[in-house]
Antibody
Framework: EVQLVESGGGLVQPGGSLRLSCAAS????????MNWVRQAPGKGLEWVSY????????YYADSVKGRFTISRDNAKNSLYLQMSSLRAEDTAVYYC?????????????WGQGTTVTVSS | DIVMTQTPLSSPVTLGQPASISCRSS???????????LSWLQQRPGQPPRLLIY???NRFSGVPDRFSGSGAGTDFTLKISRVEAEDVGIYYC????????FGQGTKVEIK
């Protein structure tokens, strides 16, 4: 079964750090590009970051640039999001989702999400 | 940055009746490779999003044929031919031509 499972969310104080993980299974992780997408409580979807299949190309939304770092370990079939200098507005459910550019399929598989709450 | 604007933001529909959602981008979504990377996603209450349509009009695996997508350039439409109870949720358009951007979402609910 094709699956993405996020973990690492929790309660963190403003200014703190957190590392999210996304474990992939049931498909060849190393050929897929990956994204992090977040959804604040009661709000819409916001794209956060993208990483290419090799990890050589990375993009961030302006709202997280300089604070968040995306990475991947293809040997471990895992995607990561290192979040630092966290703010209240980073409170959200964080999803990982895969892309396969050459097919035109973007975000065709999503995880269930992990919740990050930034509060004192 | 490309901005995606959806209308309406809320769509009360009678069961069995059609529904239509529009999505407009702030610039053309035609990529330099000739493709237009416009997708539609559905998010049912309490669930992660699910891909419905990709490249404007291609239904993703397992998506019922009552869902259809159309459009070109900057203007796109998602249509549900006959709304069923399981279609309740929020629908998002998303562009992947230049980074990724989602529309604000359109809530489809039963009258």
């Amino acid at each position: 079964e094709v699956q993405l499972v996020e973990s690492g969310g929790g309660l963190v104080q403003p200014g703190g750090s957190l590392r999210l993980s996304c474990a992939a299974s049931g498909f060849t992780f190393s050929i897929y590009e990956m994204n992090w997408v977040r959804q604040a409580p009661g709000k819409g979807l916001e794209w956060v970051s993208y990483i290419s299949d090799s990890g050589n190309t990375i993009y961030y939304a302006d709202s997280v640039k300089g604070r968040f770092t995306i990475s991947r370990d293809n040997a471990k079939n895992s995607l990561y999001l290192q979040m630092s200098s966290l703010r209240a507005e980073d409170t959200a459910v964080y999803y990982c989702a895969r892309d396969l550019w050459y097919t035109g399929l973007f975000m065709d598989v999503w995880g269930q999400g992990t919740t990050v709450t930034v509060s004192s | 940055d490309i901005v995606m604007t959806q209308t309406p933001l809320s769509s009360p529909v009678t069961l069995g009746q059609p529904a239509s959602i529009s999505c407009r981008s702030s610039q053309s979504l035609v990529h330099s490779d000739g493709n237009t990377y416009l997708s539609w996603l559905q998010q049912r209450p309490g669930q992660p999003p699910r891909l419905l349509i990709y490249k404007i009009s291609n239904r993703f695996s397992g998506v019922p044929d009552r869902f259809s997508g159309s459009g070109a350039g900057t203007d796109f439409t998602l249509k549900i031919s006959r709304v069923e109870a399981e279609d309740v949720g929020i629908y998002y358009c998303m562009q992947a031509t230049q980074l990724r951007t989602f529309g604000q979402g359109t809530k489809v609910e039963i009258k």
